[in-house]
């Protein structure tokens, strides 16, 4: 069996490490991390840039009281995207096997409209709009998506058609084999309980959910402002620790799917509901964190997490946003001294995220002002980049640190 090049280092600092060779384009992205019993995990590196690695400079710079060590292991399995190419191919087998079979001409076109990416809740599949749109596949019917299941290895599929202006954006799914749509999806030892056809799972920000995760929230009170069904809520109270959370939430029936969650992962007697309005929120003078995950902005919570923050120590806002990018912005001869996260970004979008995290710290601080009556200071911790979310369009995430005078 072929062996690859891996760093070796403690699984606590897995993570770090992890995103610091992505940005640096040494992580093999084809391959697996893997976890080990002695509490270490190893990330696969590119052969080809290994000469160049310096362990001892990126020790100091992830983790200085941490080891790294390269090491040599037999190849680890495919990563999740790799996976993901390789059903790509064996689905399109699939698809044009059965289609010649019954007459039917394959052609480039039926091959473009099979999907190279999806969702994946357990024993259901969950493909996105954009894909299977020929009405061959409907003519096919049962036998073509029993055919698609088998593949995958799942037993049931289902596909959004959109999003409605609901104001819950509610899914528009249509079961296309199966009839439950209640699914169960784990992450980071997380067990969310849900419905596809009535609540949204965003895998993209299973990064952000992470970073929550390693958060030290002993001792503190978080308010959620966006629940939905649990995305950020539960990293707070299973891995960071928070001695109580208040969710926030109006979508009936993601507060029942967070209702169920909260039970089956043991922290209901830690977190209380508030359901309706959050602008409506009786609560204030509080919190020593407030979570606004909304995009593509918050901007409607801020007076709200003002309120919310506790008066007498102040606490930290982490406020989500969809910042554009334009074509033709120039950045400034000096980069920004602000701790950004550079995985997946470069000059031209860190200062345009700084630009915007600078005036969203004034704006928040008159905001402070207008409802406290006192000064306040503000201080830019972070800024996290949570993914692309369309060409020139990043969502990131602010922490910021808010003290009064």
Request: aromatic share 8%; glycine share 6%; proline share 4%.
């Amino acid at each position: 069996m072929d062996v690859i090049p891996c760093l070796k280092v403690p699984q606590r600092h897995a993570q770090l490490y992890r995103k610091y060779l992505l940005s640096q384009g040494v992580l093999d992205r084809k391959y697996c991390a893997q976890k080990h019993s002695d509490e270490t995990v190893t990330l696969p590196v590119v052969t080809s840039v290994l000469a160049q690695l310096d362990l001892v400079a990126l020790k100091e710079h992830v983790a200085q009281d941490s080891f790294c060590e390269i090491v040599d292991i037999q190849a680890p399995p495919l990563s999740k995207k790799e996976k993901v190419k390789s059903f790509h191919k064996r689905l399109a087998e699939t698809a044009q096997s059965l289609l010649v079979s019954k007459g039917e001409t394959w052609s480039e076109d039926l091959e473009r409209d099979i999907p190279s990416r999806w969702q994946c809740h357990g024993d259901l599949v969950l493909f996105s709009e954009g894909c299977f749109t020929n009405e061959i596949w409907k003519e096919i019917g049962s036998e073509f998506w029993t055919a698609v299941a088998l593949t995958l290895g799942v037993k049931r599929l289902a596909q959004i058609q959109k999003i409605s202006h609901d104001g819950y954006r509610t899914p528009i799914v249509t079961m296309l084999l199966g009839d439950s749509s209640y699914v169960t999806h784990i992450d980071n030892h997380i067990r969310y309980e849900f419905d596809v056809t009535k609540c949204m799972f965003s895998s993209g920000n299973i990064t952000e959910k992470l970073r929550i995760a390693s958060f030290d929230c002993i001792g503190e009170t978080v308010v959620d402002l966006y629940a939905g069904i649990g995305y950020f809520t539960l990293p707070y109270l299973v891995h960071a620790k928070a001695a109580y959370v208040h969710a926030c939430e109006w979508n009936p029936d993601a507060i029942k799917a967070l209702q169920r969650n909260l039970q089956i992962n043991g922290v209901s007697d830690r977190c209380t509901i508030h359901q309706g309005d959050n602008r409506q929120l009786p609560l204030s003078d509080l919190a020593d964190r407030v979570n606004l995950g909304l995009i593509p902005s918050s901007e409607e919570g801020w007076p709200v997490a003002c309120r919310l923050l506790k008066r007498g120590t102040g606490g930290i806002l982490h406020i989500h946003h969809n910042v554009t990018t334009p074509l033709h912005h120039k950045p400034p001869e000096h980069s920004s001294a602000i701790d950004v996260n550079k995985g997946s970004s470069n000059q031209r979008d860190m200062q345009v995220w700084t630009a915007w995290a600078s005036d969203t710290a004034g704006r928040i601080c008159t905001l402070l002002l207008d409802i406290t009556g006192n000064e306040w200071k503000t201080n830019i911790k972070h800024i996290e980049h949570v993914k692309t979310y369309a060409p020139h369009i990043s969502h990131v995430v602010l922490d910021l640190e808010c003290k009064p005078l």
